[in-house]
Structures are given as C-alpha cells and as structure tokens.
C-alpha cells in the first residue's frame, strides 16, 4: 500500500511539472494565431469529395448513379446508371478511386466521364479527352509531367499541363 502511494506521489509530481510547454497558444509552438486557409494555397488543396461522385449538393453513389449536369456538377443530380434520363453531361466517375481495376482511368471526353481501360484517355487526348483527378498524384501514372487542377466553377479536377 505504501509503495502505491508513492507511486501516485511521484506520478503526480512529473505531470505537474512547471517546464513551460510551449507558446501558450494550445499549439505547443511559437504563437501567432489561427491560421486562414481560405487564402493562397495551391489550387489542389481545394477540398473536393472523395467517396462517390460529385453533384452539385448532392454525392451520387458509385457505379450506382451518375451524376447528371449541364454545368460541370455545379449543380446537377443523381441518376441510376441502368435508367438514365439525363439529356445533359453524364459523370459516372469523378476520379481514378471510382474506377475497378479492369477500367482504371476516369476519363472526361464530350460532356461524358466514365471509367475506361489503360491508355484510352491517352488516345483521345487530341480530341480533347482528360483524366479526371483529386490530388496530382492521380495524374502521375496516366498523364506525367501534369498537375490536378481545379476545373472552373465546378467540385471536378483534371490532369493539365502546368
């Protein structure tokens, strides 16, 4: 019992300890307040969603749904991939993460994103196709040398030159 109490003595006595511990700020670190990550930054820290495909509001569940927008997802809704009446863009993927190993490209080419096999974007990159992407390690396999960047007034991004 009295080796207990001692141990408790002691154990109390480190975690009281009056070394200062930092800035006071709660960050253990010099101090100088919040930090706003609103301004500046890369354009891929943009936070965008991951699981399922974005669309507008709404997230449309993969290989389920498609995303259907006349905007680029600004806006949009979700649709069942077996009964689509979509009459605009279709986006069935949104990046790589939504694609199955067979088809592992999410490839954007005339208003319609799909998952595609290895080397289709790369063949129709002259007319226009583009690997859609979250983070430029995305783009580092199927597009080298680009960068994910943000597409204009929409949650998408794309392999682009820099």
Known sequence: MRAASIAIVLFAVAAC????KGGG???????GGAVDMRAGGPPDL???PIAGIACGANTCTTTLQLCCTSDNAATGDCQQVQNPM?????FLCDGPEDCEPANPECCVFGGYAACRPNGYCATQAA???KFMCHVTADCQTVAPGTLCQNAPNSPYALCLPP
């Open 127 to 129: 007319q226009g196709a």
């Open 86 to 90: 979509c009459g605009a863009s279709e």
């Open 17 to 20: 300890s009056s070394a200062p």
């Open 25 to 31: 700020d709660g960050g253990g670190g010099a101090g």
């Open 46 to 48: 943009t936070p965008r």
